[in-house]
Antibody, heavy 121, light 106 residues
Framework: QLQLQESGPGLVKPSETLSLTCSVS??????????WGWIRQPPGKGLEWIGG???????YYNPSLKSRVTISVDTSKNQFSLNLNSVTAADTTVYYC?????????????WGQGTLVTVSS | SYELTQPPSVSVSPGQTASITCSGD??????ACWYQQKPGQSPVLVIY???KRPSGIPERFSGSNSGNTATLTISGTQAMDEADYYC?????????FGGGTKLTVL
């Protein structure tokens, strides 16, 4: 059974960079036909897609966040990571890592448990 | 940018059929999927590729997609189906989510 687990600081200061890592277990991140993504959800609000990456490093980003986002992959560690720079209070949300199925509407078949990141000084 | 529109809330009586719609320009030309999210939990995929059910999802969940509207239908709705539901599609080079619909079973 595939499992995804987010890790990283729960508190980030305004204007700094938010960095999260997703560790994948129970399967290989190098599987074809999948993208590995980040999705966020402000408390009590809807889902917002941040972006996704293939095992070979091909990336897609939400146009509204693209200027601040970098997603990278480390196949040797079976992990992928999110960097979001110049954060503000509006970036305070629960961040999920996820596996997307490529070529089929990019549906998510596996989700992490989510991690709350608060932006505050 | 592409947008998906869902009604904020839908109410249904136990045992009845609930329908949740998701509207977007020519949505029927692309795959839609649906997630169920209960409070404090990660979303769960309930329908993918318009009408397919993942393993473990009850048969009472079904989906359709045509024209500008995708629909999630829950037949014989149970109290355990009370949750937020999100549609999702892929547009050119980005994932798009609908705003979510709160299903109340009362």
């Amino acid at each position: 059974q595939l499992q995804l687990q987010e890790s990283g600081p729960g508190l980030v200061k305004p204007s700094e960079t938010l960095s999260l890592t997703c560790s994948v277990s129970g399967g290989s991140i190098s599987s074809s036909n999948y993208y590995w993504g980040w999705i966020r959800q402000p408390p009590g609000k809807g889902l917002e897609w941040i972006g996704g990456i293939s095992y070979s490093g091909s990336t897609y980003y939400n146009p509204s966040l693209k200027s601040r986002v970098t997603i990278s992959v480390d196949t040797s560690k079976n992990q992928f990571s999110l960097n979001l720079n110049s954060v503000t209070a509006a970036d305070t949300t629960v961040y999920y890592c996820a596996r997307h199925k490529d070529g089929s509407g990019w549906y998510v078949d596996y989700w992490g448990q989510g991690t709350l990141v608060t932006v505050s000084s | 940018s592409y947008e998906l529109t869902q009604p904020p809330s839908v109410s249904v009586s136990p045992g009845q059929t609930a329908s949740i719609t998701c509207s977007g320009d020519k949505l029927g030309d692309r795959y839609a999927c649906w997630y169920q999210q209960k409070p404090g939990q990660s979303p769960v995929l309930v329908i993918y590729q318009d009408k397919k059910r993942p393993s473990g999802i009850p048969e009472r969940f079904s989906g359709s997609n045509s024209g500008n509207t995708a629909t999630l239908t829950i037949s014989g709705t149970q109290a355990m189906d009370e949750a937020d539901y999100y549609c999702q599609a892929w547009d050119t080079s980005a994932v798009v989510f609908g705003g979510g619909t709160k299903l109340t079973v009362l």
